[in-house]
């Protein structure tokens, strides 16, 4: 962490300061007319943040003449403010290996994921690795994630230990594996609920933090871990839960033989009580319409995580199938597997594999679906993934001339869709020109300098 300090831009979290720049944010998900009143879009806009919220939003015209002459305006005028993204699946141990080739799901968990997350029995390494990881988070403008650990709840304490300290909010938990994977990796159906008890204790509502149960997936879950999981969401009912499901079509099939008797994948999840508000299910590629439909009466959030599901080749999402049983739907990198921290990055492949369905995903639905989507999907509407008053000052700056190509393109965007659909092609860390959580900016890009007055 080692923000760039710039004159006028000292703000503390308690002392008010403004930011003038382009503003957008979204208070629904938008429509087909720029119209709909979802989209919240200034030209000229003032974010005035105090006590780590924001305390003013508006035209800058209208707001300045009311803002306190010592109050501190940031210029960041020629950029676009917009919500901190969140990114609803990522592991923070993969950080190192990630871009690890491999043929597919199973053989890459095998080869690099499995021995790599050995590593963290060392609370050093994951100390290390994790200040690492919220780096490479910021950098790309992600200021909430939901977050696998690894088995070990060291893992977990070095995670959060490291996330309070900077004041983000983030979820995290421990990963729940009691079989189908190397020795030194497994815990027990009781060892793993009697830890993650323990971490929900410690960490869940300390500061920013939240805590999400996590049963890796269902083939490394015994029937006995599955249940405890579910009696830990039943007591702790406003927990994140996070596994994977319907991912690979071999995985598929290898559920199908661990649990005879169940009508499907999801089922699995289903039977031991793991649907629900707040449950957070990576993939969701080899889903039926009635998987479909139940995560949408059950509240569950799919977490399509395109750069990884191209890499692995483990298959392309359905957006129109999702859309039309009514499931919710997130947007998230799953690094390791996934091939980049950028959730500019992940657009970019979330279109691409819509197009591929005949889907079209625009820009501004991709920018609500990482921002103000996501935080209704996880219940934290109004409180993270908008600019409204009120909500925790999570912000970052977005710059549409950050690369020559970005410059030329934008220069000749005439529509907010087309920059965002600029943004989100062509862009990546280096359009994010700084990153703002709770008020503090935690990240500023060299070169990309606000002007004060
Ligand atoms: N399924 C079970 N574990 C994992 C993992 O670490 N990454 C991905 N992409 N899929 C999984
Ligand atoms: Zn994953």
Redesign the pocket.
């Known amino acids: 962490m080692s923000p760039t300090r710039q004159a006028g831009d000292t703000a503390t979290p308690e002392k008010p300061c403004a930011y003038r720049a382009q503003l957008l944010y979204f208070k629904a998900r938008p429509g087909d007319t720029p119209e709909d009143g979802s989209t919240v879009w200034l030209s000229d806009g003032l974010l005035v943040v105090e006590g780590g919220r924001i305390a003013q939003v508006g035209d800058y015209r209208q707001l300045a003449a009311s803002l306190g002459a010592d109050v501190p305006v940031v210029d960041w005028r020629g950029k676009l403010i917009v919500p901190g993204f969140i990114d609803t699946h990522i ?1 923070y141990p ?1 950080t190192d290996m990630i871009a690890s080739p491999a043929p597919g ?1 199973l053989p890459w ?1 095998e080869k690099y ?1 499995f021995p790599t997350e050995r590593r963290f029995e060392n609370p050093d390494y994951a100390a290390e690795v994790a200040r690492f990881f919220l780096d490479e988070l910021q950098r790309c403008g992600t200021t909430t994630a939901l977050v ?1 650990c690894t088995v070990h709840p060291g893992s977990a304490e070095a995670f959060f230990t490291e996330s309070h300290a900077r004041n983000l909010r983030m979820a995290a938990g421990k990963v729940m594996m009691d079989r189908n994977c190397p020795e030194f990796l497994r815990d027990t159906a009781e060892s793993g609920a009697r830890d993650s008890e323990a971490l929900i204790q410690r960490w869940h509502g300390k500061g920013r933090q939240m805590y999400a149960l996590a049963p ?2 269902a083939p ?1 879950s015994t029937e006995a871990q599955l249940a405890v999981c579910g009696e830990l969401a039943q007591r702790y009912d406003d927990v994140f839960i996070q596994s ?1 499901v319907a ?1 690979n079509q071999a ?1 598929v099939k290898w559920v199908g033989e661990l649990f005879p008797g169940h009508r499907s994948y999801l089922d699995v999840y289903d039977h031991f009580g793991l649907l629900r508000r707040r449950s957070v299910y ?2 969701c590629i080899w889903l039926d319409d009635m998987d479909r439909r139940r995560m949408h009466e059950t509240g569950a959030l799919a977490a399509h ?1 395109p750069t ?1 599901n191209q890499f ?1 080749g483990s298959g392309l999402f359905d957006f129109a199938a999702a859309q039309a049983a009514g499931q919710s739907v997130s947007l998230a990198t ?1 690094v390791g ?1 996934g091939s980049s921290f950028s959730m500019l990055q992940t657009m970019n492949e979330a279109h691409k594999v819509a197009r591929l369905s005949g889907y079209h995903l625009s820009a501004t639905t991709m920018f609500y679906l990482a921002t103000e989507g996501a935080a209704q999907s996880l219940d934290l509407g109004g409180q993270i993934g908008t600019l409204a008053v009120g909500a925790e000052a999570d912000f970052i700056v977005l710059d549409p001339q950050a690369t020559p190509l970005l410059a030329r393109r934008t220069a000749g965007s005439e529509s907010l869709e087309e920059l965002l659909f600029a943004l989100a092609m062509l862009g990546d860390d280096r359009a994010v020109a700084a990153s703002y959580a709770a008020g503090r900016k935690l990240h500023q890009r060299e070169g990309s300098p606000a002007r004060s007055s």
Do not use: A, I, K, M
């Open positions: 592991h993969q799901l968990l994921t696998y890796r997936f490394t994977h991912e995985e990576g993939h995580c990884s692995l799953d597997g």
